[in-house]
């Protein structure tokens, strides 16, 4: 996809929603619009979405699956995650029932799945990540979880609007 990037369509907005789902970032990210390239589309989603509330990390928490476990549905959005999640590298069954049962703590614990990004990561780093963040508070794991949805949006839209896309 070259040149300018209109987001006042119904299937950008959808393209967007797949990229972080929060209608208020949504909303704002594609009245900004149209964006001349990429990566001005991608600084205008972090720009939106610095201020994030707890209700809008629970908004968006709701559209991602466990870490681990598969998306339900075959949207966008369930499909960039398997494929984030693909990416962690083969299955290592130690590895990954210490995920789940750290995904079970996390859950009791804040309320909430755990939300990481996952692209770049393995599957013993995303372990290592869960372990540390078990031991925040509940608002620096929030403000944790809101710095994990940027870098996701980021990266998904660079995927969903970049030149391959």
């Given at each position: 996809m070259?040149?300018?990037i209109d987001t006042s369509t119904p299937a950008a907005r959808d393209r967007l929603a797949a990229a972080l789902g929060i209608a208020r970032w949504v909303d704002e990210v594609a009245a900004g619009g149209p964006y001349?390239?990429?990566e001005d589309l991608v600084a205008a989603g972090d720009r939106a979405a610095q201020d994030l509330t707890d209700g809008e990390l629970d908004e968006a928490v709701a559209h991602h699956?466990?870490?681990g476990e598969r998306a339900e549905g075959d949207g966008s959005s369930a499909l960039?995650?398997?494929g984030e999640q693909a990416a962690?590298?083969?299955n290592d069954e130690g590895v990954d029932a210490a995920i789940a049962r750290g995904n079970?703590?996390?859950e009791q614990r804040f309320g909430r799945?755990?939300?990481i990004r996952a692209a770049g990561r393995s599957r013993q780093e995303v372990l290592d990540e869960l372990q540390r963040r078990l031991k925040d508070d509940d608002e620096t794991e929030a403000a944790e979880a809101k710095e994990q949805l940027r870098q996701i949006a980021a990266l998904?839209?660079?995927?969903?609007f970049g030149e391959d896309a």
């Open positions: 070259s040149g300018v001349p390239t990429v699956p466990r870490i960039l995650s398997a962690l590298g083969r079970d703590v996390y799945v755990f939300l998904r839209l660079r995927t969903l």
